[in-house]
C-alpha cells in the first residue's frame, strides 16, 4: 500500500521531480497543498474502494503515507 501511495504522490503531484518516504510529513513541508490533498483523496477513494468523509479529512490522517495507510486499513476493516 505505502509503494503505491509513494508513487502516486512522487509522479502525479510532485511531477516526478522529488523521493518521499513513508513517514515524510507532506503537510508541513509543503510537498503536498490542499488541492493536491484532494486529489490524493480522489485516487484513495478509486484505488482502495473507500469513501473518505469530510470528518475524515485530517492532518492526522494525511501527514504522511505512513497514516494514510494506516487510515485507509481502519477504514476497511470497518
Known amino acids: 500500500m505505502n509503494d503505491t501511495l509513494i508513487r502516486y504522490i512522487e509522479e502525479e503531484l510532485l511531477g516526478g521531480e522529488q523521493s518521499i ?3 515524510d510529513d507532506l ?3 509543503g510537498l503536498v497543498d490542499s488541492l493536491a490533498i484532494m486529489r490524493l483523496i480522489s485516487f484513495i ?3 482502495y474502494s473507500i469513501k ?8 492526522e490522517h494525511f501527514i504522511s503515507v505512513d497514516a494514510i495507510s494506516n487510515y485507509i486499513k481502519s477504514v476497511k476493516v470497518s
Open 52 to 59: 473518505v468523509p469530510p470528518q475524515d479529512m485530517t492532518i
Open 45 to 47: 477513494e478509486q484505488e
Open 21 to 23: 518516504a513513508a513517514e
Open 27 to 29: 503537510l508541513s513541508s
